[in-house]
């Protein structure tokens, strides 16, 4: 007898997602894990931005393992939207 209980044998082993749902507010759009978001939200994005993330991005990374700056750059897309501003706006912001 086994001190663990064994997992059941109709469950498949978890595998790591291949997609999550865009991070902009409200949007219900899922998209694969290489993008940051969707691409009508992407393009609502300041180009220094749009930079900031792709230049700190790592493949395979999570949330958890991002560096600090994909974080910093992805809070400041996450206020971008939450402004509900897009490119000018975001010009005007001194972005």
């Given amino acids: 007898m086994t001190d663990h209980p064994l997992p059941p044998f109709n469950q498949p082993p978890e595998r790591p997602s291949t997609s999550h ?3 902009a507010p409200g949007c219900p759009l899922v998209v694969p894990n ?3 978001c969707c ?3 992407w393009r609502r994005l300041p180009d220094d931005i ?3 993330i792709w230049a700190s991005y790592r493949p395979g990374q999570t949330v958890a393992t991002a560096s ?3 974080k910093q750059a992805a809070r ?3 206020e971008v ?3 509900g501003a897009g490119k000018a706006a975001g010009a005007r912001m001194g972005e």
Avoid: I, S
């Fill in 21 to 23: 749902r865009c991070p």
């Fill in 34 to 36: 290489r993008l940051f």
């Fill in 39 to 41: 691409v009508k939200d």
């Fill in 50 to 52: 749009r930079r900031a």
């Fill in 68 to 70: 600090e700056a994909w």
């Fill in 76 to 78: 400041q897309a996450m």
């Fill in 81 to 83: 939207w939450k402004l």
